[in-house]
């Protein structure tokens, strides 16, 4: 009881309670919780009034690559059912909102990868062209921005502050613990990186608010948690401008289970105006428990009644279908005796107070000399989308936000342990198998940018897909890829085990066009390089014997065995440089030096690959005979001018358009493959000699 008294005493004079404290609070009863949190309330907000705002949500996308479980929103990229809103219904919906006196939008969407930040700041700068202040985007869409495009946090904000943003929602917190995110939503934002956008927006002056979904995975513990996380971040910052707990829907997720109910709801909301001292409001959340609720819900702490919701799809999509108009709410307002005070996004009074027009936006529209510039045009401005870049500060870490200096290192998004690098656009093959698609990076290595990678899962696998010669026809050709970036780029993802899909020529003619080949050696015919990430440094002597990862070529060469298309378990690849195809007598000399294949593309890869200790191995098939080999004549306009006869070409087809069922079937195999070569130590000569040091990033700087 003493206890008890003194946790009273301090609530009652305004004292901030510790962790232990916060978490005795579960203890109390529901109506001494109550109590107590509307004496917080009258010390927050001494005036009767509840506040809310006319608006509406606006969804400008529900094609999403996170899969949040608690989700019963998204779509994945390729669904029937997925949308990207047209310009001319946005603009309808703006219009609406206007003649229905609304001062705001909430725009939110899904983590679309094929939308980009031209497409995001034309979206805005058509909301401020209407008059209405434009409450949008959270954290996990801002984080992806930033990972997408390349750009630092503070960039992305920035460019869209220039177009307009008012405030930003708190969305996506969820629980602000790593052990609930990972579980829900592993592919979102991490509790460091939803704070660090928060931390960045209100250093640059935009308001925010804060959410917490509950009642799905988190214990009462954590909710605890997630409210000091908040806490904390307020002392600092003071940008938070509300708190809005709202309880998990499960009807049509995936994750299921049943809702918290009332009881909860207004307890979670207690204990949150009691915890948060330094967050001003606090929101009732009547989208998730009616109207009712939230009138009692004035009474558990509650000053704010959120608001119309002119459009609300997310939570509807979950099967709760509230609504509320605003006489409704102003009737539920004044009949529990408060008065009903209309608001803007950061939570000024609006004039007109429970009667008459709202007044407009009081911010200016933002000027917009071209604000149609990528809406609804995915893709087509801005350069490829990217999923990760660089901060200003290097290329390190650039999975963290800018305020990852100050999180422990939270678990990394999608770390692919393997990854194959393909042919033009393979990644479209796996989209066509709707395989899981998580998005796409491009990374800035010490040796420049990346090609995109493309991240799927699979049977809860992650890995990833890169076309070495470009995503749409053959733009790079082998001579110009920049293989130093690419592996880099999947060293820094994770990867540490590599298959090449290539396609050579046949010398040896025991390898027909069609068949399937695992090679286990080179000829290295090529000019140029560069072949080592360490040119002029005495790095990189490393012996090629085996050249390929023998582990990995055991689990190609098993799990190939049984399959459709004829399989040959060795063969020495002559790698020419190209772009030019090679000579009759080019060829007979490869013959005779003991080639069975030409190509372009495992050298310097298959080098380079070494240097960085990743484990490497090729799968080729033929495509056709090696020039000379067959009497073909000169067809110009065909494909290799003639050199693969059609019936070859169509074979080749058949096991091209089988590659990426192949791989899918490959995938456990190469992941459960151990790694007792010795590829993962290729260096340790040279760590031995302290020429590099442990982390291998460290060795080109
Ligand atoms: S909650 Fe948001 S990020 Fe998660 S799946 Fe739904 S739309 Fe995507």
Redesign the pocket.
Known sequence: MAVENRLFHKIQSGERLSRQEALALWDLDLLTLGRLADQARWRFHPEPMVTYVVDRNINYT?I?????R??A??RPPGSPEGFVLDEETLRRKLTETRELGGSGVLL????NPELTLDYYEGLVRIIRGHGLHVHGFSP?EINFFSRQSGLPITEVLGRLIAAGLGSIPG??AEILVDRVRQSL?PH?CSTCDWLAVMAAAHKLGLRTTATMMFGHLETPDERIEHLLRIRDLQDETGGFTAFIPWSFQPTNTSLGGDAAGSWEYLKTLAISRLVLDNVKNLQVSWVTQGGKVAQVALAFGANDFGSTMIEEN?VAAAGVTFRLSEAEIQHLITSAGYVPQRRDHVYRFLGGGSQGPVGPCPLPPAPSPNPLRGLNQPGESGGSPRLSGPSKGGWEGSLRGEWGSRCSPGPTLNSPRVAVIARVGAHRDFWEKGVRYLGKEVRLTPFGESNPVHLFEHEGLVFAVLSRHGEEGYHVAAAFVNDRANLYALKDLGVEKVLAWCAPGAINEVMEPGHLVVPDDILDETRGGPYTFFPGRGLGFVRQNPVFCPELREAVIRSLKSGPFPLHDHGVYVATSGPRLETPAEIRKCKMLGGDLVGMTLVPEVFLARELELCYAALCYVVNFAEGLRNRPFQPGVLFEGLAAPEEVARVRQVEAAMAELVLRLLPILAAAPRACACSRLMERYRLRGDIGPEWRTWFT
């Open positions: 529900n999403c690559v996170s899969g949040c608690f989700c929103f998204f939110q969407g899904g983590l996990p969305g996506g939503s979102k997310v």
